[in-house]
């Protein structure tokens, strides 16, 4: 069976300061991955999506980015956060060339302060 | 392009009473849909989806969803809302293609009157 994880659940930092948030996949090979952002009171907005290990594309300019080092590895950054970065980040999956189900993770909470 | 619509911001029911969240999409081609469920501070759980077989798809905890290609509607339903169901639903469609582009409905916050 498949699993998505992510780190941490739960993130404060200041504004200005670097951000790494991590999401990885067991039980299966070459994975659409995917970051998605709720801010408060709003919808799902998709930040980038990988097809495969270094191919990202981004969905919205922003101080945001994401590497896919490994093929179940998903990581978002930024050097310097701003106030409106806050929200709750969800990493997903899905199987490459399918129509079919993404699975979310667990989500990170980040309140930048 | 595809588009989602999701024509009820916030949905109030009383406990037992039936559930309808509506859902409209738009897409080019013949889309796949989901229905996702979101409690607080947590990540989405898929409750149902349709991908071209029974037009009428069961999903779990009583939900159910019907897809009416003439309508381009894709609503959920529930005979009978409990406590449990209060949260946040996102209707989702997905079309084939080279990235197999997925869209988000803006989500409707189901309160449930005891």
């Known amino acids: 069976s498949q699993t998505i994880h992510q780190w941490p659940a739960t993130l404060v930092q200041p504004v200005g300061s670097p951000l790494s948030l991590e999401c990885t996949v067991e039980?299966?090979?070459?994975?659409?991955l995917y970051w998605y952002r709720q801010a408060a009171g709003r919808g799902l907005q998709l930040l980038f999506y990988?097809?495969?290990?270094?191919?990202i594309s981004s969905e919205v300019p922003q101080n945001l980015s994401a590497s896919r080092p490994q093929d179940r590895q998903f990581i978002l950054s930024s050097k310097k956060l701003l106030l409106s970065d806050s929200g709750f980040y969800l990493c997903?999956?899905?199987?490459?060339?399918?129509?079919?189900?993404?699975?979310f993770g667990p989500g990170t909470r980040l309140t930048v302060l | 392009a595809q588009s989602v619509t999701q024509l009820d911001s916030h949905v109030s029911v009383s406990e037992g009473t039936p559930v309808l969240l509506r859902c409209n999409y738009s897409s080019s081609y013949s889309p796949s849909l989901f229905w996702y469920v979101q409690h607080p501070n947590k990540g989405l759980q898929l409750l149902l989806k349709?991908?071209?077989?029974?037009?009428l798809v069961k999903g779990i905890n009583g939900f159910e969803a019907e897809f009416k290609k003439s309508e381009t509607s894709f609503h959920l339903t529930k005979p009978s809302a409990h406590m449990s169901d209060a949260a946040e639903y996102f209707c989702?469609?997905?079309?084939?293609?080279?990235?197999?582009?997925?869209?988000f409905g803006t989500g409707t916050k189901l309160q449930v009157i005891p």
């Open positions: 349709y991908t071209s077989a029974a037009t």
């Open positions: 989702v469609v997905i079309i084939p293609g080279g990235y197999q582009k997925v869209t």
């Open positions: 990988s097809v495969g290990i270094g191919q």
């Open positions: 039980g299966t090979s070459n994975p659409n």
């Open positions: 997903a999956w899905k199987l490459a060339g399918s129509t079919d189900t993404q699975y």
